[in-house]
Nanobody
Framework: QVQLVESGGGLVQAGGSLRLSCAAS????????MGWFRQVPGKEREFVAA????????YYANSTKGRFTISRDNAKESVFLQMNSLQPEDTAVYYC?????????????????WGQGTQVTVSS
């Protein structure tokens, strides 16, 4: 079992940046490929980015590629999402998740553990 806690959300103007953090406790984060998802009310949870256990491989949604960067520091049991050039359509609750299987990183159903989420609001 692993517990995940996100932080770093907030209110930012369009074009600004935020850096989200996800701290893990319980089992070591090294065991898990990780992902970031986001969700707005009334819509399904949407894939944002994912990273392999070692951090060598990263995956992005088309909407975030080139603007967002996922990274991890296994020694600090943490995963990060650097978000640049934010737009109002990026407004959502952002969740980090841990995946214990080798299923596709793009689907929320592949992930076993979730944080409580952190709100990101981008004003125009």
């Amino acid at each position: 079992q692993v517990q995940l806690v996100e932080s770093g959300g907030g209110l930012v103007q369009a074009g600004g940046s935020l850096r989200l953090s996800c701290a893990a406790s319980g089992r070591t984060l090294t065991n898990y490929p990780m992902g970031w998802f986001r969700q707005v009310p009334g819509k399904e949870r949407e894939f944002v980015a994912a990273i392999s256990r070692s951090g060598v491989n990263t995956y992005y949604a088309n909407s975030t590629k080139g603007r967002f960067t996922i990274s991890r520091d296994n020694a600090k049991e943490s995963v990060f999402l650097q978000m640049n050039s934010l737009q109002p359509e990026d407004t959502a609750v952002y969740y980090c998740a841990a995946r214990s299987s080798y299923l596709t990183p793009y689907r929320s159903s592949s992930y076993d553990y979730w944080g409580q989420g952190t709100q990101v609001t981008v004003s125009s």
